[in-house]
């Protein structure tokens, strides 16, 4: 689960890691209120998930009340993104932007602190371009980052005195953030330097490992967090979903399966509406796997399955139930395999519905089918 | 012969007398595993499927298991997994779906500095058909698991029931599966099997079932093109029309400087001499170019 920037700055200050001076609004009317009292200039952010905000508008600077009303008006309009909420911060004249981070490294089995004097570009292009300007510092997750590493970054960054102590300090912080939250990823580009020796994040990316939700205080699904109300109804629900505009929904068991069945519809020409997977633990709720599928304006339904636990006679019946009980608008196509699988051409072929055995065929013909509907 | 387990492998499990446990520990006997004995805290003089159960991993001790199986939920894992290495044990296999990724980087780092071989999280496990296993697969179906001497690995479950069905029909069996899971970080990457069906007289070969994200199918290839492995490689990589910045399959890859794209994934693999499969309906072509003679069933 990715945290939106002001979540996450929420966290930096907790752990005591500076950020600039801001507050958050939900419509253009607050901000130059909100701007008015942190001073100007300003920056107003699009509190979105996804990246590039600053290349789509939705990060812009003002620099007098009377343009703020209109630009915070630009970027909640703005068609690149849905924006709910903007973060209005006080500008920072920085000396200089860095880059940090601390991640995952699964060859090694070792976390890895990410650092860089070239901040502000994105890792990945950094790390094509020139990967000569990242520093690298890995440790054991069992006995920490260790602050004779976060040194060793700090000194290699050129950093001196004061600001290499903040440096470590900073670092520090982060591990402290990624380990207490059991995060993937923490990040922060840009951290501005400034003159005084100090830093200030410009950015902050969070992003928590759903596996230990458990074990984590806060940070509930909310509806913020998706795009679609489908996809947080399918979040809520526990069920892998992922949102498409094409003509076919994909209701399959297994997240290898789901995805090649994904690549066959492109392969015949087809298109996907969403990708779903109902198998593991969700094997025994069709009807609720139906209902996002048809939330979907999708022309065909395509159930792939291949499962063990999940067994092909129960996933056949619930799929049977579900027709029962939502009466879909559209055709279902059903390939339905594994444990018990006779029994399941049986349950299908009594509901009407002809049960494929073949993934390729299966797939084709909701391809037709999907095709057909538009004549 | 098979590589990790066969018919007289001594097999421990854990978490036993769960109802997990319980229903495929009976299908593991049927198929001929060794089970030796059985740990669940609390239910020690208890028997289940006419295993003994004890309180822990090292009071069942005198049955000298060389094999763990986790029926275990994902935020006990870690411990259970410590408990076995403790006993001494090497090869643990580990089904749990959803194991945090912290715990996962300290399975794996135990992994390494025991030589341990630990097989999950995120599998169905490890099976030699017609001889034993260590988790769940659908052996009783013919069309789908055969003896033979093709050696599996693979990220996926229902996929690979897929991809081994179509092997079958096609004429191939499997020597032993390899489920090294749909996790990000994994207990053992394909690399670390690649040596162990290099010595095995009974596979002629091996096809992974790999996916995008993370570069285990990148690493297969190096060990390929090192000569760490010498015998037939064949792939089936899902994933090629999944879009960028969506999770799409499993975990997925976490940073791995630009690599972990399914097209890298054909090149390298192709490019080190292994076949590449990228629809299901291309293996059975590639398993006959690769291991025509080999035909097992």
């Not at chain 1, 402290?176 to 902050?204: C, H, Q, W, Y």
């Not at chain 1, 395999?337 to 009594?350: D, F, H, P, W, Y």
């Not at chain 2, 036993?16 to 520990?25: A, L, S, V, Y």
Request: hydrophobic letters at 40%.
């Amino acid at each position: 689960m990715r945290l939106f920037e002001y979540e996450a700055k929420e966290v930096f200050r907790r752990y005591g890691i500076p950020v600039p001076e801001s507050a958050l609004i939900y419509a253009p009317e607050e901000a130059e209120g909100a701007a008015g009292k942190l001073g100007y200039p300003c920056v107003l952010k699009a509190q979105v998930l996804s990246g590039g905000r600053g290349k789509a508008g939705l990060v812009k600077v003002v620099s007098n009340p009377e343009n703020t009303a209109p630009v915070a008006a630009g970027i909640f309009d703005s068609p690149a993104a849905t924006v709910d909420a903007l973060l209005v911060e006080q500008a920072v004249e920085p000396e200089g932007e860095m880059y940090l981070s601390i991640t995952v490294d699964p060859l090694s089995a070792r976390a890895l602190v990410m650092a860089s004097a070239s901040g502000g570009v994105e890792i990945e292009t950094l790390a094509a371009e020139n990967p000569e300007k990242i520093l690298r510092e890995s440790f054991d997750i069992s006995s920490g980052l260790l602050e004779y590493q976060a040194r060793n970054i700090a000194y290699s960054l050129h950093l001196q005195g004061g600001a290499a102590k903040e440096m470590v300090k900073i670092l520090m912080s982060l591990y402290g953030i990624f380990r207490d939250l059991d995060a993937e990823l923490v990040e922060i580009n840009p951290l501005f330097s400034l003159p005084e020796g100090t830093f200030v994040a410009g950015d902050a990316k969070l992003i928590l490992d759903d596996n230990a939700a458990g074990r984590r205080e806060g940070f509930p699904l909310r509806r913020e967090y998706f795009e679609s109300e489908i996809e947080y109804r399918a979040a809520k629900e526990g069920i892998p979903y992922l949102q498409f505009d094409g003509d076919i929904s994909l209701m399959c068991a297994g997240a290898g399966l789901t995805t090649t069945v994904f690549d066959l519809v492109h392969y015949e020409g087809g298109t996907v509406a969403n990708y779903l997977e109902f198998g593991g633990p969700n094997y025994t709720r069709a009807t609720e796997a139906m209902e996002l599928c048809l939330a979907n304006p999708s022309k065909v339904i395509l159930a792939v399955t291949f499962g063990t636990i999940a067994r092909a006679d129960v996933m056949a019946r619930g799929l049977v139930e579900a027709l029962d009980r939502l009466k879909p608008d559209r055709p279902i196509v059903t390939c339905i395999r594994g444990t018990n699988e006779e029994e399941a051409v049986k349950i299908l072929s009594a509901a009407g519905l002809q049960p494929f055995f073949d993934t390729e065929e299966a797939v084709r013909k909701a391809v037709a089918l999907a095709k057909g509907g538009e004549q | 012969m098979s590589i990790l387990l066969d018919r007289s492998t001594r097999v421990l499990i854990q978490g036993i007398t769960g109802k997990e446990g319980t229903f495929w520990t009976r299908h593991m006997l049927d198929l001929g595993t060794r089970v030796v004995a059985g740990v669940t805290p609390g239910k020690e003089g208890e028997s289940c499927q006419g295993v003994p159960v004890y309180h822990t991993v090292r009071r069942a001790a005198e049955h000298e298991a060389e094999a763990s199986l986790l029926f275990v939920p994902p935020r006990y894992t870690k411990d259970a997994v410590f408990e076995a290495l403790d006993a001494g044990i090497r090869t643990i296999v580990t089904v749990a779906d959803g194991i945090p990724l912290h715990d996962a980087l300290q399975i794996r780092k135990a992994a390494l500095s025991c030589g341990a071989h630990i097989i999950g999280g995120n599998t169905s496990g490890v099976i030699s058909p017609g001889k034993a296993m260590m988790g769940f697969f659908p052996y009783w179906i013919e069309r789908v698991y055969k003896t033979g001497r093709l050696g599996v690995m693979t990220r996926s479950g229902s996929l690979t029931n897929e991809i081994t069905a179509l092997a079958v029909r096609a004429g191939f069996g499997v020597s032993t599966l390899v489920g090294v899971g749909g996790d990000p970080v994994p207990g053992c990457r394909f690399s670390e099997m690649l040596p162990l069906y290099q010595d095995d007289p009974e596979t002629e070969g091996v096809l992974i079932i790999g996916e995008l994200g993370g570069t285990m199918e990148e690493e297969a290839a190096e060990a390929l093109a090192s000569g760490v492995f010498r015998k037939p490689l064949l792939a089936f990589v899902c994933g090629v029309y999944a879009p960028e910045g969506k999770r799409m399959g499993h975990a997925g890859a976490i940073v791995t400087g630009g690599r972990g794209t399914v097209n890298g994934k054909i090149r390298a693999l192709e490019k080190a001499g292994a076949l590449v499969a990228t629809r299901p309906g291309m293996l059975p072509g590639l398993l006959n170019q690769a291991l025509g003679e080999e035909k097992t069933t």
